[in-house]
């Protein structure tokens, strides 16, 4: 069992845990990612970590509630517990010197960007970071990012915070003004970052992204996660999640990633269901503790 | 010496007993157990297992303990059988083997003990693996397993997985007074005995209890830690005080034939299909929460000839497939896979496509898997590994239409522990570098054994390989030498 020290919302439906895992603090870098199980009928499902102090042996993961697991995640508070983490999992980010970067987080993405936005500032990189959101409640990790960076340019789809577009106009505009970029390093939806590799590939800027595979064991056992780079395949969880961006065939990922959609929707309307029928019957609370323990079927 | 010594217990003659027929071991019928995930073979009874008992010759030099990985007595359990000594027969197992549950299962005993029984020379082999799970089950049933006393070494052992191998070095060393920890990367304690092997051939509750055993004589287990990624080997021997580490992490990363397609949805590695089946229960969703492709009505391949690959179509079947194809590139004489799953799979109606490769997966278009497109093969001259070398027939293209495939080739070293332990040697395949009498690894005070060594192997070569490791971690660690 694992212990959530303190759980909060950063957006809505964005919930930042900070659990008590003292192995996975000590060793986690940035750019890995953790997989954890809620309970002991729960599916296995990887989570991007966005801190660790190794001091008090806690890591921070961030959870947007997307399907029944994850939405479920964010129903735990401060005190509860997750049954399995198991990590840091995947290749940590390659971080050296390489001049100018530009990092770009996607929504909850931002969450998995920003160590390595911080620990490329702290090897001496100078960090241009543009953070992309679909409006103003769902920017996270502003104040984070902005300490970790030289500049920080914030977009949100709708306009209704900072400036309306998306990343990609902004990292445009930086390479239009002739700023020499070494790196670009995007994190975030598949379509975001697809978008950020048909620009960077035009001038020939060496892209990283994260990828987000469905996962079981994240160890390589399972093949899974397996993404087509270059035409082969390689397995998310050990080869990456990090990959040459320009390398990824993003169709094949969007494809795999719809897999289960039928069961997931099954899932959720389900959960949707109890929660509401619970909530009805005055007894919130009790919904989802009981959720948590597989009990809601 | 004649076979019946005169301190037999067995009130039969030599003759006698080679007239008496093997018992056939009671099973679900196969229409009804096609479609459950019940376990196929039901076990013997105790007068069925007496029975049995009756027909071993009592070999001066049995060769039977000779071709047993980990050595079992098996003349003398059998002898503890005739005579009704079922708790007796299972404590002699278990001298040499620690999970006789299992092996009794999942041995390929016509490939060992049984292979070489004398009786073979005449009639059908005397049925070992039968009569060892019959004492495993009963030792079980009566709830009297011996926890042994040891004085305390003092020394600590880390264990890096849960599997078979993992398991016997747990089970030997904690017997010998040592302090045992296991390390499991995943959330359940068994390695490929809880992910791999499918509850239809060994029931998960077996599993648990054999490692609830293993508590009992003091074995700790740790799951969720990922050895080379969580914590290193180098900081389990200097920070957390180990005094020898072995290492027993399997066979690792699900081999593709890079075909055309295998990206496709309905393509499954043997290792993804069944993790999900037997680890996750993803056949219960929605109670519980992991995802399968739902097979009912569908038409499903495995693509290898090995036990992993009849596991996973049988699996297949009984997750409601309406076909169910095994495609395998040589013919029957070649398969890997062991006899009796053969037998069981050809009862249950899959279909084997023998001498039959694929090339490519063809699609609907959307990304979903519609067919496989394949050749057959002939047999052509001997390859590397001693058998015809399969080639393709011109001109012999067909197009099997399926909605799910699953790829059951064979599995490659998993890296992980390898590339973070500096001066750990390996092969040029990526496995671990051991000695096959000491398992003993380049670096002082670590060992390996099992499928991260050789390559994908069977439960009981992993076991073996566990057992010589315990006896050389048992000598490394009292004499100090190296």
């Given at each position: 069992?694992?212990?959530?020290?303190?759980?909060?919302?950063?957006?809505?439906?964005?919930?930042?845990?900070?659990?008590?895992?003292p192995?996975?603090?000590?060793?986690?870098?940035?750019g890995?990612?953790?997989i954890?199980?809620?309970y002991?009928?729960?599916?296995?499902?990887?989570?991007?970590?966005?801190?660790?102090?190794?001091?008090?042996?806690?890591?921070?993961?961030?959870?947007?509630?997307?399907?029944k697991?994850?939405?479920?995640?964010?129903?735990?508070?401060?005190?509860?517990?997750?049954?399995?983490?198991?990590?840091?999992?995947?290749?940590?980010?390659?971080?050296?010197?390489?001049?100018?970067?530009?990092?770009?987080?996607?929504?909850?993405?931002?969450?998995?960007?920003?160590?390595?936005?911080?620990?490329?500032?702290?090897?001496?990189?100078?960090?241009?970071?543009?953070?992309?959101?679909?409006?103003?409640?769902?920017?996270?990790?502003?104040?984070?990012?902005?300490?970790?960076?030289?500049?920080l340019?914030?977009?949100?789809?709708?306009?209704?915070?900072?400036?309306?577009?998306?990343?990609?106009?902004?990292?445009?505009?930086?390479?239009?003004?002739?700023?020499?970029?070494?790196?670009?390093?995007?994190?975030?939806?598949?379509?975001?970052?697809?978008?950020?590799?048909?620009?960077t590939?035009?001038?020939?800027?060496?892209?990283?992204?994260?990828?987000?595979?469905?996962?079981?064991d994240?160890?390589g056992?399972?093949?899974?996660?397996?993404?087509?780079?270059?035409?082969?395949?390689?397995?998310?969880?050990?080869?990456?999640?990090?990959?040459?961006?320009?390398k990824?065939?993003?169709?094949?990922?969007?494809?795999?990633?719809?897999?289960?959609?039928?069961?997931e929707?099954?899932?959720?309307?389900?959960?949707?269901?109890?929660?509401?029928?619970?909530?009805?019957?005055?007894?919130?609370?009790?919904?989802?503790?009981?959720?948590?323990?597989?009990?809601?079927? | 010496?004649?076979?019946?010594?005169?301190?037999?217990?067995?009130?039969?003659?030599?003759?006698?007993?080679?007239?008496?027929?093997?018992?056939?071991?009671?099973?679900?019928?196969?229409?009804?157990?096609?479609?459950?995930?019940?376990?196929?073979?039901?076990?013997?009874?105790?007068?069925?297992?007496?029975?049995?008992?009756?027909?071993?010759?009592?070999?001066?030099?049995?060769?039977?303990?000779?071709?047993?990985?980990?050595?079992?007595?098996?003349?003398?359990?059998?002898?503890?059988?005739?005579?009704?000594?079922?708790l007796?027969?299972?404590?002699?197992?278990?001298?040499?083997?620690?999970?006789?549950?299992?092996?009794?299962?999942?041995?390929?005993?016509?490939?060992?003990?049984?292979?070489?029984?004398?009786?073979?020379?005449?009639?059908?082999?005397?049925?070992?693996?039968?009569?060892?799970?019959?004492?495993?089950?009963?030792?079980?049933?009566?709830g009297?397993?011996?926890?042994?006393?040891?004085?305390?070494?003092?020394?600590?052992?880390?264990?890096?997985?849960?599997?078979?191998?993992?398991?016997?070095?747990?089970?030997?060393?904690?017997?010998?007074?040592?302090?045992?920890?296991?390390?499991?990367?995943?959330?359940?304690?068994?390695?490929?005995?809880?992910?791999?092997?499918?509850?239809?051939?060994?029931?998960?509750?077996?599993?648990?209890?054999?490692?609830?055993?293993?508590?009992?004589?003091?074995?700790?287990?740790?799951?969720?830690?990922?050895?080379?990624?969580?914590?290193?080997?180098?900081?389990?021997?200097?920070?957390?005080?180990?005094?020898?580490?072995?290492?027993?992490?399997?066979?690792?990363?699900?081999?593709?034939?890079?075909?055309?397609?295998?990206?496709?949805n309905?393509?499954?590695?043997?290792?993804?299909?069944?993790?999900?089946?037997?680890?996750?229960?993803?056949?219960?969703?929605?109670?519980?929460?992991?995802?399968?492709?739902?097979?009912?009505?569908?038409?499903?391949?495995?693509?290898?000839?090995?036990?992993?690959?009849?596991?996973?179509?049988?699996?297949?079947?009984?997750?409601?497939?309406?076909?169910?194809?095994?495609?395998?590139?040589?013919?029957?004489?070649?398969?890997?896979?062991?006899?009796?799953?053969?037998?069981?799979?050809?009862?249950?109606?899959?279909?084997?496509?023998?001498?039959?490769?694929?090339?490519?997966?063809?699609?609907?278009?959307?990304?979903?898997?519609?067919a496989?497109?394949?050749?057959?093969?002939?047999?052509?001259?001997?390859?590397?590994?001693?058998?015809?070398?399969?080639?393709?027939?011109?001109?012999?293209?067909?197009?099997?239409?399926?909605?799910?495939?699953?790829?059951a080739?064979?599995?490659?070293?998993?890296?992980?522990?390898?590339?973070?332990?500096p001066?750990?040697?390996?092969?040029?395949?990526?496995?671990?570098q051991?000695?096959?009498?000491?398992?003993?690894?380049?670096?002082?005070?670590?060992?390996?054994?099992?499928?991260?060594?050789?390559?994908?192997?069977?439960?009981?070569l992993?076991?073996?390989?566990?057992?010589?490791?315990?006896?050389?971690?048992?000598?490394?660690?009292?004499?100090?030498?190296?």
């Amino acid at each position: 069992m694992f212990k959530i020290v303190h759980a909060q919302f950063l957006a809505p439906g964005i919930k930042r845990f900070v659990i008590e895992a003292p192995r996975i603090a000590r060793k986690q870098q940035p750019g890995q990612f953790v997989i954890l199980r809620i309970y002991e009928e729960g599916e296995r499902i990887p989570v991007t970590i966005e801190n660790s102090d190794p001091e008090k042996g806690t890591i921070n993961i961030v959870v947007q509630s997307a399907g029944k697991t994850t939405s479920l995640l964010n129903t735990l508070e401060t005190g509860d517990s997750i049954l399995d983490v198991v990590g840091p999992l995947g290749k940590p980010s390659e971080i050296r010197d390489y001049g100018t970067v530009v990092v770009v987080g996607g929504g909850v993405g931002t969450a998995m960007a920003y160590p390595t936005a911080a620990a490329l500032k702290r090897v001496g990189n100078r960090v241009i970071s543009i953070v992309g959101a679909r409006n103003k409640d769902l920017v996270i990790l502003e104040k984070e990012m902005r300490a970790v960076s030289d500049a920080l340019l914030i977009t949100t789809d709708d306009g209704s915070y900072a400036d309306k577009g998306f990343v990609t106009d902004k990292l445009r505009q930086l390479i239009e003004n002739g700023m020499p970029i070494d790196l670009v390093v995007a994190v975030g939806p598949i379509v975001m970052m697809k978008a950020v590799c048909d620009l960077t590939r035009k001038e020939n800027i060496h892209t990283v992204v994260s990828l987000n595979p469905i996962m079981i064991d994240g160890t390589g056992m399972c093949g899974g996660c397996r993404v087509l780079i270059d035409g082969k395949s390689e397995f998310a969880c050990v080869d990456g999640p990090e990959f040459d961006g320009h390398k990824v065939n993003f169709e094949v990922l969007v494809q795999r990633n719809a897999m289960y959609r039928t069961a997931e929707q099954q899932s959720m309307e389900e959960f949707k269901r109890l929660q509401k029928a619970e909530a009805e019957e005055g007894e919130v609370c009790a919904a989802t503790s009981g959720a948590r323990r597989g009990a809601q079927r | 010496m004649s076979p019946a010594a005169s301190k037999s217990k067995n009130p039969l003659s030599p003759k006698e007993r080679i007239k008496v027929p093997r018992q056939l071991m009671p099973e679900q019928p196969a229409e009804a157990r096609a479609r459950n995930f019940e376990e196929v073979n039901l076990g013997y009874s105790a007068e069925l297992a007496q029975q049995e008992a009756l027909r071993c010759l009592e070999c001066a030099k049995p060769t039977c303990t000779d071709n047993c990985p980990v050595g079992i007595d098996v003349k003398e359990f059998v002898q503890r059988i005739v005579i009704g000594d079922f708790l007796g027969a299972a404590a002699k197992i278990r001298e040499a083997n620690v999970l006789p549950a299992i092996t009794g299962r999942v041995c390929p005993q016509e490939d060992q003990c049984e292979g070489k029984c004398l009786l073979s020379k005449k009639v059908k082999p005397l049925g070992i693996g039968y009569l060892e799970r019959f004492v495993a089950d009963y030792e079980q049933r009566m709830g009297t397993h011996i926890v042994p006393n040891v004085e305390s070494t003092g020394k600590k052992i880390a264990i890096v997985g849960s599997g078979p191998s993992g398991l016997t070095v747990a089970g030997d060393l904690i017997q010998k007074g040592h302090s045992v920890r296991v390390f499991e990367a995943l959330h359940e304690i068994g390695g490929v005995l809880v992910y791999g092997i499918p509850e239809f051939r060994l029931p998960k509750q077996i599993v648990r209890e054999q490692i609830d055993y293993m508590r009992q004589m003091g074995v700790e287990f740790e799951t969720d830690v990922v050895v080379g990624r969580t914590v290193t080997i180098d900081e389990l021997l200097e920070e957390e005080g180990y005094d020898a580490v072995y290492i027993g992490t399997g066979a690792g990363l699900p081999q593709f034939m890079n075909i055309p397609g295998e990206h496709l949805n309905g393509v499954y590695s043997a290792n993804e299909f069944l993790t999900r089946i037997n680890l996750m229960k993803a056949y219960k969703f929605p109670v519980y929460d992991e995802p399968m492709l739902d097979l009912h009505g569908q038409d499903v391949a495995v693509i290898g000839g090995g036990n992993t690959a009849l596991d996973a179509i049988r699996s297949a079947l009984r997750l409601g497939a309406r076909k169910a194809y095994v495609i395998y590139r040589r013919s029957d004489a070649e398969m890997p896979a062991r006899a009796e799953e053969v037998h069981h799979a050809r009862q249950e109606g899959i279909d084997f496509q023998m001498l039959t490769a694929p090339v490519e997966f063809l699609t609907d278009g959307k990304g979903w898997l519609t067919a496989a497109r394949c050749v057959r093969m002939e047999l052509g001259e001997p390859d590397a590994s001693g058998r015809r070398r399969p080639v393709p027939i011109q001109g012999s293209e067909f197009d099997l239409l399926l909605s799910v495939a699953v790829i059951a080739i064979g599995t490659t070293a998993n890296p992980i522990v390898q590339s973070t332990t500096p001066g750990l040697g390996t092969n040029k395949r990526g496995y671990i570098q051991a000695s096959e009498e000491t398992q003993r690894t380049t670096r002082k005070g670590v060992f390996a054994g099992g499928d991260i060594v050789t390559g994908a192997a069977t439960v009981i070569l992993a076991m073996g390989a566990g057992r010589r490791a315990a006896n050389s971690i048992h000598t490394y660690l009292t004499t100090g030498e190296w």
